[in-house]
Nanobody
Framework: QVQLVESGGGLVQAGDSLKLSCAAS????????MGWFRQAPGKEREFVGA????????YYSDSVKGRFTISRDNAKNTVYLQMSSLKPEDTAVYHC?????????????????WGQGTQVTVSS
């Protein structure tokens, strides 16, 4: 059992950077593969990336690869999403999610716990 709370969203200009945090409580987050997803108005939830339990491996969607970086600090029970070179099409509510399994899956239905989300808005 784990509870997740995202923070760090806001309104930025194209080309800016933001760092989102996902703070966990309950069971230590090191027990879980962690993922980030996003959902824009009127669109389906989209996979952003995932990180292994140890933090040694990451997996990203093609749309964010090279611009976004996922990291984790298991001692602080926190996962991060560093976003750089932001584009207007990155505008969405960003959610973190925890997966008890080992796979860094892009499928949302394979994750067991979800945060409430934080809004990221990128202006032109």
């Amino acid at each position: 059992q784990v509870q997740l709370v995202e923070s760090g969203g806001g309104l930025v200009q194209a080309g800016d950077s933001l760092k989102l945090s996902c703070a966990a409580s309950g069971r230590t987050v090191s027990s879980y593969t962690m993922g980030w997803f996003r959902q824009a108005p009127g669109k389906e939830r989209e996979f952003v990336g995932a990180i292994s339990r140890s933090g040694n491996n990451t997996y990203y969607s093609d749309s964010v690869k090279g611009r976004f970086t996922i990291s984790r600090d298991n001692a602080k029970n926190t996962v991060y999403l560093q976003m750089s070179s932001l584009k207007p099409e990155d505008t969405a509510v960003y959610h973190c999610a925890a997966n008890w399994g080992w796979a860094m899956s892009p499928r949302s239905n394979e994750y067991d716990y979800w945060g409430q989300g934080t809004q990221v808005t990128v202006s032109s």
